[in-house]
């Protein structure tokens, strides 16, 4: 019989692009077929919370969310929400009512001392579990909490011992609500306080997400020693500073993570929670859509019907090209991905989303490599004079080439977002391919 993990769960962050609830559905399918048994659903504000008033930006109705729910019952798929109860609030702290909650003004992380947040927090909790009946399981978050300790009430304590204090009541309450509390580990992990972890309430579990490599890493094992039980979480869709001028990260990194935690997970006898993320933080640009991860989707779901997919060669090779960064070899791969054989009409929509990401990144290194020409000749005529025919020929004529590929990479990923029911296509078109186009605009000089 083939080892699996004890829990096998996806999370999915909806901060950024997300699908309608009909598109949301049929994903649901594909997961469900993919291996997972759980979901982790972090919602941000994309439900309109009645703990928090006038928080929501759109995404779905309650009606629409409860609709999700069920579909998720059906299905078989556990149901695990995840809220943020100390940092990573940056949608929550925007907002002028909720300023005053910040810990020494930051936008991200709440004062755990602040005598409203402890109450409100619980009053929450109360709220997602009335929403979601039956759960066992609910994800407090609490991680990179980076700014903890720096108000004046706070450096008067322990900066850890204050974190510790904070969750583990608010563990406690979840516990009362009959829900078993989940943590992000890395502030245990980061601080070196992992003699605190013993002293969160009994049933809470850490857990200890690494994206990068594959396990064990040293805290894996360090946290396995502090007797509480312990979840993995890998890397399916990650980004960080690269997504501000790309759309998409090379797939092999990402397959062996979750690859890699899978089989960790299963030889140990716990879980793995597959995260997803679609933006750096609240406040940070969208990344692309879900179907960027479909490799590390199927290899998260069974890591054996990822090795016998006939995609898995090709992505090895894309992934080494992505990596390399060189124009002929992206617009190569981006004219093959189409004939890809699909199996199912997501597998069309997959090829579709990879030709545009390995298109843009191929645009985008041919506007990098024209800029940095065009930079270079201009200074070298502050020296030796120049000859305006050959500085249109190649300084300037390239980019005009460059814009009829931004318009029309533009309309065809509008035309993929709507297709598939994405949100937020303004701002991902505004953030990324427009950015770019005004930056290629900015180079043909007048004149010349």
Request: proline share 6%; aromatic share 10%.
């Amino acid at each position: 019989m083939k080892l699996r993990p004890k829990n096998n769960w996806l999370h999915l962050d909806l901060k950024g692009a997300i699908p309608n609830p009909e598109k949301m559905r049929e994903l649901l399918h594909f997961w469900k077929e993919c291996g997972y048994d759980g979901v982790v659903l972090e919602y941000d504000d994309r439900i309109p919370w009645k703990t928090w008033p006038g928080t929501w930006r759109g995404g779905y109705t309650l009606e629409e969310q409860q609709d999700l729910v069920r579909t998720c019952a059906d299905l078989g798929l556990e149901v695990i929400p995840l809220i943020q109860v100390i940092g990573h609030l940056e949608w929550l702290l925007k907002h002028e009512e909720w300023r005053d909650w910040r810990e020494n003004g930051s936008g991200n992380e709440i004062c755990p001392l602040h005598p409203e947040a402890l109450p409100r927090l619980k009053q929450w909790i109360d709220e997602v579990v009335e929403l979601h009946p039956g759960i066992r399981f609910l994800h407090l978050g609490a991680d990179e909490t980076w700014n903890l300790g720096t108000c004046g009430k706070c450096r008067k304590h322990d900066p850890m011992k204050l974190y510790q204090e904070h969750v583990s009541e608010l563990c406690r309450h979840a516990l009362e609500k009959g829900c078993r509390p989940l943590i992000w580990a890395d502030m245990f992990w980061n601080e070196k306080r992992l003699d605190l972890v013993p002293q969160l309430p009994e049933g809470t579990i850490p857990v200890d997400w690494q994206y990068n490599g594959i396990p064990p890493y040293e805290s894996t094992e360090k946290l396995m020693q502090c007797g509480r039980e312990i979840m993995g979480a890998s890397g399916a869709m990650i980004g960080w500073w690269e997504h501000c001028f790309q759309v998409q990260s090379e797939p092999s990194s990402r397959i062996r993570n979750v690859t890699g935690w899978y089989k960790w997970a299963a030889e140990h006898g716990t879980g793995v929670i597959h995260t997803t993320w679609t933006r750096g933080a609240s406040l940070w640009n969208i990344y692309g859509p879900w179907h960027g991860a479909y490799p590390a989707f199927v290899a998260g779901g069974d890591p054996a019907r990822w090795e016998s997919h006939p995609w898995r060669t090709f992505m090895e090779e894309l992934s080494d090209i992505m990596l390399r960064n060189q124009v002929p070899e992206l617009q190569k791969a981006a004219e093959e991905l189409p004939t890809l054989p699909a199996a199912s009409p997501l597998e069309k929509e997959v090829l579709r989303w990879l030709n545009l990401a390995v298109r843009y990144q191929a645009l985008q290194q041919e506007f990098l490599i024209h800029r940095a020409t065009r930079r270079t000749l201009t200074r070298v005529s502050d020296f030796v004079g120049r000859d305006d025919g050959m500085f249109r020929k190649n300084c300037v004529e390239p980019f005009r080439t460059l814009l009829p590929k931004a318009d029309e990479w533009e309309k065809e990923a509008r035309s993929f977002w709507q297709d598939n029911g994405l949100s937020d296509a303004e701002e991902f078109m505004a953030t990324h391919i427009q950015l770019l186009r005004e930056d290629i605009a900015g180079q043909l000089e007048p004149g010349i």
